[in-house]
């Protein structure tokens, strides 16, 4: 299961006038539009994809759109953007997505649309919100960029919304470096998406360069300084001057647009793409029996597992009152533990007033991010390297 994506990446730097235009973001279009059954517009990003959703439902200025707390920035973010506000819903403790309840509760006169997430794969109640959103006449976006392949009753999450958004971020389903997709399945609503698409530049070549750059020097480098601690703050030091592994920028840690979101998706990472979703099903099977290990392994007791669930498992959640000492005593063995979300709106550095999140609005959500811990699965992980988490776990639990 040896990745393809070096070897591209060097192919296209080497013939750099492949880097921007070229056939693969008309080819990676017609794989998604085959695989879902649905219209396709590829972008340079989940963000992208979420921005050119609500400007294609004409949400703007005193708009508001539900989101729900325990989320990634890059959800609210564009709900910023275009000028609306976003409302956090809280969610449901045993699977980590929006309460249907409190959705309702949180519905208002400005609400434009609703924006589901599929949190790390497991499926939100989406038919329940469904019905919700049509009693309400509003409109419905699923966030699927955790949750590429999964389905509900047999059929594909990302096909029961009015629209849809896919990404191919860093420690995605599948990794492109950057880029996204937005899927309208409502025909109405086509015409308007493609009114905002004709409009998008394409990223500009420095950013390619930084990506492409970020990916070999974070592998060849800073991943292997963060066990030490003079390597974690100066990989720290990098990242306020968005030189290093550089996911959420600056600008964006307190709602501000960078300024390349929304763009075309690139040809080299589209090609990446390409590639990449052709091992799809493999890694989510792959995913899904490295959850099954860790649910047969790991002794709960203090440490508890997320229950199993339906959909697939692009994180292996726990939760622990010492979620962060575990997170830094195995970063600092060297075992790559995450923290997603360990922040009503990850990352902590997050400005969360510029978010317009009021504290104790989403009590679940908050009590659970103290909490959470999320144990390496990667599609690569070996036996040898499950058997060590399981190990260094046993004290915690």
Known sequence: MASSTPKLLLKHLVSPNTLQKGPYPEKLTEKLATLFKTKVFVVNSGRSAIFLALKALGVGQSDEVLVQAYTC??????????????????????????????????????????IVQHTFGNPAKIKEI???????????????????GAKVDG?????????????FGREKVIS??????????????????????????????????REINNYFSWRLLFRKLLSKEWGSS???YLYQFDL????????????????????????????????????????????????????????????????????IYLRVVAFHPQAKRIFEEGRAQKIPFGNWYNSVIYPESVHLSK???????????????????????????????????????????
């Open 130 to 148: 469904l019905k919700i959103a049509d009693n309400h006449k509003l409109k419905v976006i699923e966030d699927c960029a955790h949750s590429l």
């Open 176 to 209: 492109s470096l950057t880029g996204g997709a937005l899927l309208v399945n409502n025909e109405a609503l086509v015409e308007a998406v493609e009114d905002e698409i004709k409009f998008l530049k394409p990223l500009p070549l420095g950013n390619i360069l």
């Open 244 to 311: 290093v592994n550089v996911v959420t920028s600056q600008k964006e840690l307190s709602g501000q647009n960078p300024g390349w979101y929304p763009t075309l998706l690139p040809n080299v990472f589209a090609h990446v793409a390409c590639e990449e979703l052709d091992n799809v099903d493999s890694y989510n099977v792959r995913r899904g029996e490295v959850a099954h290990i860790y649910r047969e392994k790991v002794k709960e007791n203090s440490l508890k597992l997320l229950p199993a669930h339906e959909g």
């Open 355 to 397: 978010f317009g999140y009021q504290s104790g609005s989403c009590p679940v959500a908050e009590k659970l991010a103290a909490q959470t811990i999320n144990l390496p699965n990667f599609p690569r992980i070996t036996e040898a390297e499950t058997d060590r988490v399981v190990e260094f776990l046993q004290k915690f639990s």
């Open 73 to 114: 920035n890059a959800v609210p973010n564009p709900v910023l953007w275009v000028g609306a506000t976003p409302v956090y819903v809280d969610i449901e403790e045993k699977i980590l997505n929006m309460d249907p309840k409190d959705l309702e509760a949180k519905i208002t006169l400005r609400t434009k649309a609703i």
């Open 234 to 236: 100066l990989v720290r």
């Open 155 to 167: 059929r594909l999450l990302g096909t029961f919304g009015d629209l849809a958004i896919l990404s």
